[in-house]
């Protein structure tokens, strides 16, 4: 215990709190990613998407033309012209939009025809090959994979949901990939904290229970990451109780199979988790602040207060929080 106290006393010494930026808007923001240390994508409510291409001393925003009604709670980038955005909502608000060219023009790239629908979050593991996840229809959460760059999505088939189960739209890592084919979605709800694993690019699943609260509609897992295939870390809770610490986190080490706890656990409710594999530390953000653990998620740390939504890391040398009206804040360790 000791030395592990030691490690977290000397990360947050060489530790810098998350410091604003101008982000140029006052909308809420959701989502976040980090392309390298200097392009970076951002995205959030009426419309509304955010980009730098020199590591947050400037920063474009700007709405997609006809989407000004929509909530884009994630946003995927893959260089400085290429994006993808995914708003939420019930039926038809919930879509999918691509730029190739910075912004200048958005194609539509997918729209939930489904009216009981609701898109949550997605994730890429190449320009090419992305899978979303939404909210459950005909007792099966929405899975839909596309391996040629958004042109084409096709629904997977899932195991059962539990009655009330869902995905969380907080902050775009509820669903993680890793490597070309491997991909974990959190789930929450009451009795649903449920992890589903597939090793094949979402053809074939398995899921198991973890021990994040779900007490409520509220509760449950908001975030996932991965260091490799068999270290891994989910971060939620429930986010109407922000400060409460209980059931706010699982560890697995045997690649999703059996989930632990924390024994420090992060300082609230935590809606993003990421691994920073320069220093092989994680960061975790909520809305009560941010934690910082070096021992792979066993102790963790407060080293900020702010209210963060999402977060997104290049390197431990360049990291972004999001938040509520325009909130952009960088991140670097020296």
Not at 89 to 95: D, E, Q, T, V
Request: proline content about 4%; aromatic content about 10%.
């Amino acid at each position: 215990m000791r030395v592990f106290l030691t490690l977290l006393a000397a990360a947050s010494a060489c530790a810098q709190s998350f410091a604003p930026q101008t982000s140029g808007t006052q909308s809420a923001l959701r989502g976040v990613w980090a392309v390298n240390e200097q392009i970076v994508w951002a995205s959030g409510a009426h419309g509304t998407y955010l980009r730098t291409t020199d590591g947050g001393a400037h920063w474009t925003a700007a709405t997609v033309p006809g989407a000004e009604s929509l909530d884009f709670r994630d946003v995927q980038g893959v260089d400085a012209n290429t994006a993808y955005l995914l708003s939420i909502g019930k039926g038809l608000s919930s879509r999918v939009y691509k730029t190739l060219d910075g912004g200048a023009h958005w194609l539509l790239s997918l729209q939930n025809r489904d009216e009981d629908g609701f898109y949550d979050e997605m994730a890429f593991w190449n320009p090419q090959h992305g899978i979303l996840v939404g909210d459950q229809v005909d007792g099966q959460m929405v899975v839909m994979v596309t391996e040629d760059g958004g042109a084409n999505w096709q629904r997977m088939k899932m195991p059962p949901a539990l009655p009330g189960e869902g995905a969380f739209a907080a902050s775009g890592t509820g669903i993680a990939v890793l490597g070309d084919r491997d991909v974990w979605i959190g789930t929450g709800g009451y009795d649903a904290a449920r992890v589903y694993h597939s090793a094949d690019g979402g053809h074939t699943w398995t899921v198991r229970l973890a021990p994040i609260r779900a007490d409520s509609a509220n509760a449950g897992i908001f975030s996932l990451a991965f260091s490799d295939a068999q270290h891994g870390i989910a971060v939620g809770g429930d986010y109407s109780k922000p400060k409460e610490t209980a059931g706010n986190i699982a560890l697995t080490v045997d690649g999703c199979q059996t989930w632990f706890t924390a024994t420090a656990p992060p300082n609230g409710f935590r809606s993003a988790v990421a691994y920073l594999p320069d220093r092989q530390i994680w960061i975790a953000v909520g809305t009560s602040g941010a934690d910082i653990s070096v021992d792979d998620g066993k102790h963790w740390k407060p080293i900020d207060t702010g209210n963060y939504n999402a977060v997104s890391f290049a390197s431990s040398k360049a990291g972004w929080a999001v938040g509520p009206k325009g909130l952009i804040a960088k991140f670097a360790m020296q």
